[in-house]
């Protein structure tokens, strides 16, 4: 399966809400890195991603998120991940993540 990755920016709130569709492994991590790049270098704001409807995601997808979340928190904003599916959300909370995401 692909991952579909809709974006959208909340002027209001100064935020950044993103939806993740489908798989985020080694084959299209750097589809995800090069997105959360361009949302931050557009507008450094916070994110939100929502990933009700991703059905996974592997160390690789993970370490973009983690990743994004470093340069990110080193500029004061943060990122979110909302909604995770029941698979997903054993994984966050198996490598600790949870406390940082969720």
């Given at each position: 399966?692909s991952?579909e990755?809709k974006?959208?920016?909340?002027?209001q709130?100064?935020?950044?809400?993103?939806?993740?569709?489908?798989?985020?492994?080694?084959?299209?991590?750097?589809?995800l890195?090069?997105?959360?790049?361009?949302?931050?270098?557009?507008?450094?704001?916070?994110v939100?991603?929502?990933?009700?409807?991703?059905?996974?995601?592997?160390?690789?997808?993970?370490?973009?998120?983690?990743g994004?979340?470093?340069r990110?928190?080193?500029?004061?904003?943060?990122?979110?991940?909302?909604?995770?599916?029941?698979?997903?959300?054993?994984?966050?909370?198996?490598?600790?993540?949870?406390?940082?995401?969720l």
């Amino acid at each position: 399966m692909s991952l579909e990755m809709k974006r959208d920016y909340n002027a209001q709130e100064n935020r950044w809400d993103m939806a993740l569709i489908g798989e985020v492994d080694i084959s299209n991590a750097s589809l995800l890195r090069a997105e959360l790049k361009a949302m931050f270098d557009e507008n450094a704001s916070s994110v939100n991603i929502d990933i009700q409807d991703l059905s996974y995601i592997d160390s690789t997808g993970l370490g973009v998120i983690i990743g994004a979340y470093g340069r990110m928190k080193e500029q004061g904003v943060s990122v979110k991940l909302l909604n995770p599916a029941k698979n997903v959300e054993k994984l966050l909370k198996i490598t600790s993540l949870d406390r940082i995401f969720l």
